[in-house]
Structures are given as structure tokens and as C-alpha cells.
């Protein structure tokens, strides 16, 4: 009889349950594991690490309003918070987690400090311009595969909404609360807080519907079932040369050259990769540079000659020039995953 009455197990959020977990901070984190960097240039935290945010409610990023940028991300060596601010020519880190000295060894390159701004020599007034305007634009290698490959599926064919609610769904969802002291872990902020993507096996026990609940057809859902199978292997090209991470990347099916590009150029900070094969960019680069909003893969990449080696970054300045073609018609509307 004891045992008919003795205390279930809690369910696990990867059979669709939901396990019931201390709110963030409650346990009193205490201080993180801290270092402090001087960057040899401008920087602009926010700037170099805006591309790694999925949208505005990213459950895994978060600005403050002191200008701090907080990163949940998850290491080789685990999950891990990171709290990044710039003050008085210096960038402090503090880092909580199992992974917060991973976290804190890379901090330097993830904030650029292996790119050179330098090299690139602007071709166009434009681009001089947007420069001038902002010195702090640096390249970061954030030094993870996954967490970039895995949103970047998801953002395969439909619109930044869909993917954007996609991604939060599902790592808030599947994912861990991020460890430490994160802004929206206090008394009753709901769903709010941050957390930590799912691990690569726990991708792949997310059951059918919950992908179709988030929105994701079943293309997108096999291509990051492939991906995280074989998430070591992936996460290996992280120490490879761009071209070669992404030869690598595209051995999975399913990912193609244009996601390839979005990863590396956050994986990797690589300047030369631009991304071929999305619906905008030609025509905002073609617009920027040559006042030719219809332009296709072929002429961005001709305009783009005279930055090889650097033509990421020039893509870069020209989204933040604010220089883009007029809207000719409303927005794409969500299709939702029958029309895919």
C-alpha cells in the first residue's frame, strides 16, 4: 500500500509534461564568475551582439536597461548566463552557471576581438558614412554551432514572426531556466525570465505536435532532428575555417548555402560570407548601391565585388544605413504550416 501512495516522479517536459522548477534566482545565485576586457576600438555591445538575438521575445537574450546585454546560451561545458556591459573604455563579463567560464574565455571574441574593422575599405559614400557613424561595429564569434544553426532552420521560408514564435515556443518550452540572477526571474513574472535552449538530446524527443504547435512543418522539424544527431560533428566546425564549416553544415539535408552563411556569420564572425538566397537582401543591397531594388543573388553579388573579403560587413552597414527600398505592398502574411 505504501508503495500505490508513494510520490510520482515528475514529468518531463520532453514527453509534453511540464516538471515543476525553483523560479530563477530563488535559490539566491550569488555573485558570478567575472572578467573584465579592454578592447583596443570602439565597441558597441549592443551592436556586436544584436545578430545572435532571435526577435524581440528571445527567451535567450536580453537588454537592460542599465545597457548590459545578457546571453543564456548553452557550452560544451553546460548551461550558462552571461551579463555583458561596457563602462568607461572597458567591457565587464560576469558569468553564472557550469558554463560561465567557458563563457567568460571567449568573451574577448565574441565581442570582436579577432575581427579587423580595419580591413575593410569602403567603396561607396554610403558605406563610409554608416562607418563613421558607427565605430563600434565589430564581427563576434560566438564559438557555438547549434544555437545558431537550430533558429536559423526555423527561419527557413516563412516570415521573422513565425520563426521568431517558433523559437520562443519551443525553448521555453523544452529548454531549462538560465542560471543566475536574470532580469524577469523575480515573483510572479509568468513565463517571463531567461532560459537555455534545449540539448541536442532533447531536440530530438520533441514530439510530433508540439512542432506543429509551434508552427514548424515537418521539413524544418527533420532538417534539426538530422542536425542535432550529429551536434558534435557540427559543433566541431566551429574551429574550422568558414568555407569548410560550412561545407560541413551543408552534409546535413536540409541546410542549404543560405542557412550555412547565417551560421557562420555568427559562429565564426566571418566577414566574407554573405548570405544567398534570401528573399530582401539582393534588393536592399541593389537598392543601396546601385538603386536597384529588383536586383537578384547575381547582381548583389556583383555590387559586392569590390568587397571581397569583406562583404558581410559591407551587408552590415548597408541594414544599418537605414537606406531601403519603399514597401510596394503589405507585409507577407503568415501562411501558418499547411500552406508549406
Given at each position: 500500500?505504501?508503495?500505490?501512495?508513494?510520490?510520482?516522479?515528475?514529468?518531463?517536459?520532453?514527453?509534453?509534461?511540464?516538471s515543476?522548477?525553483?523560479?530563477?534566482?530563488?535559490?539566491?545565485?550569488?555573485?558570478?564568475?567575472?572578467?573584465?576586457?579592454?578592447?583596443?576600438?570602439?565597441?558597441?555591445?549592443?551592436?556586436?551582439?544584436?545578430?545572435?538575438?532571435?526577435?524581440?521575445?528571445?527567451?535567450?537574450?536580453?537588454?537592460?536597461?542599465d545597457?548590459?546585454?545578457?546571453?543564456?546560451?548553452?557550452?560544451?561545458?553546460?548551461?550558462?548566463?552571461l551579463?555583458?556591459?561596457?563602462?568607461?573604455?572597458?567591457?565587464?563579463?560576469?558569468?553564472?552557471?557550469?558554463?560561465?567560464?567557458?563563457?567568460?574565455?571567449?568573451?574577448?571574441?565574441?565581442?570582436?576581438?579577432?575581427?579587423?574593422?580595419?580591413a575593410?575599405?569602403?567603396?561607396?559614400?554610403?558605406?563610409?558614412?554608416?562607418?563613421?557613424?558607427?565605430?563600434?561595429?565589430?564581427?563576434?564569434?560566438?564559438?557555438?554551432?547549434?544555437?545558431?544553426?537550430?533558429?536559423?532552420?526555423?527561419?527557413?521560408?516563412?516570415?521573422?514572426?513565425?520563426?521568431?514564435?517558433?523559437?520562443?515556443?519551443?525553448?521555453?518550452?523544452?529548454?531549462?531556466?538560465?542560471?543566475?540572477?536574470?532580469?524577469?526571474?523575480?515573483?510572479?513574472?509568468?513565463?517571463?525570465?531567461?532560459?537555455?535552449?534545449?540539448?541536442?538530446?532533447?531536440?530530438?524527443?520533441?514530439?510530433?505536435?508540439?512542432?506543429?504547435?509551434?508552427?514548424?512543418?515537418?521539413?524544418?522539424?527533420?532538417?534539426?532532428?538530422?542536425?542535432?544527431?550529429?551536434?558534435?560533428?557540427?559543433?566541431?566546425?566551429?574551429?574550422?575555417?568558414?568555407?569548410?564549416?560550412?561545407?560541413?553544415?551543408?552534409?546535413?539535408?536540409?541546410?542549404g548555402?543560405?542557412?550555412?552563411?547565417?551560421?557562420?556569420?555568427?559562429?565564426?564572425?566571418?566577414?566574407?560570407?554573405?548570405t544567398?538566397?534570401?528573399?530582401?537582401?539582393?534588393?536592399?543591397?541593389?537598392?543601396?548601391?546601385?538603386?536597384?531594388r529588383?536586383?537578384?543573388?547575381?547582381?548583389?553579388?556583383?555590387?559586392?565585388?569590390?568587397?571581397?573579403?569583406?562583404?558581410?560587413?559591407?551587408?552590415?552597414?548597408?541594414?544599418?544605413?537605414?537606406?531601403?527600398?519603399?514597401?510596394?505592398?503589405?507585409?507577407?502574411?503568415?501562411?501558418?504550416?499547411?500552406?508549406?
Open positions: 500500500m505504501a508503495g500505490r501512495f508513494a510520490p510520482r516522479p515528475a514529468r518531463t517536459p520532453i514527453r509534453g509534461g511540464r515543476a522548477v525553483p523560479a530563477q534566482g530563488a535559490a539566491g545565485p550569488g555573485p558570478g564568475k567575472v572578467r573584465v576586457w579592454v578592447p583596443d576600438g570602439p565597441l558597441d555591445v549592443g551592436l556586436v551582439l544584436g545578430p545572435l538575438r532571435r526577435g524581440p521575445g528571445d527567451p535567450t537574450f536580453r537588454t537592460t536597461p545597457g548590459a546585454v545578457w546571453r543564456a546560451s548553452r557550452t560544451p561545458a553546460g548551461p550558462g548566463t551579463r555583458v556591459a561596457a563602462r568607461g573604455g572597458e567591457v565587464r563579463g560576469e558569468a553564472w552557471g557550469p558554463g560561465a567560464e567557458w563563457l567568460l574565455d571567449r568573451l574577448p571574441g565574441m565581442l570582436g576581438a579577432d575581427d579587423d574593422p580595419s575593410f575599405v569602403p567603396r561607396h559614400r554610403l558605406l563610409a558614412v554608416t562607418r563613421h557613424r558607427r565605430p563600434g561595429l565589430r564581427l563576434g564569434r560566438s564559438g557555438l554551432v547549434l544555437e545558431s544553426l537550430i533558429p536559423s532552420v526555423l527561419e527557413q521560408k516563412v516570415t521573422a514572426l513565425e520563426a521568431y514564435q517558433a523559437w520562443r515556443l519551443l525553448v521555453r518550452g523544452f529548454g531549462e531556466p538560465a542560471p543566475g540572477p536574470v532580469p524577469g526571474s523575480g515573483p510572479g513574472s509568468g513565463s517571463g525570465g531567461m532560459w537555455v535552449m534545449p540539448a541536442a538530446r532533447t531536440w530530438a524527443l520533441v514530439p510530433s505536435w508540439e512542432w506543429h504547435r509551434a508552427g514548424v512543418d515537418d521539413k524544418r522539424a527533420a532538417t534539426i532532428l538530422r542536425a542535432v544527431r550529429v551536434a558534435a560533428r557540427l559543433e566541431e566546425a566551429a574551429g574550422m575555417e568558414p568555407t569548410a564549416a560550412r561545407a560541413r553544415l551543408e552534409v546535413v539535408p536540409g541546410v548555402p543560405w542557412t550555412s552563411a547565417e551560421v557562420v556569420q555568427r559562429s565564426h564572425g566571418a566577414p566574407d560570407e554573405v544567398v538566397g534570401d528573399l530582401h537582401l539582393p534588393g536592399i543591397v541593389g537598392f543601396a548601391l546601385g538603386g536597384d529588383s536586383a537578384d543573388d547575381a547582381e548583389m553579388l556583383r555590387l559586392l565585388e569590390p568587397y571581397a573579403g569583406q562583404r558581410h560587413r559591407a551587408a552590415r552597414l548597408i541594414l544599418l544605413s537605414g537606406r531601403v527600398p519603399g514597401r510596394r505592398g503589405p507585409r507577407m502574411a503568415p501562411r501558418g504550416i499547411a500552406g508549406l
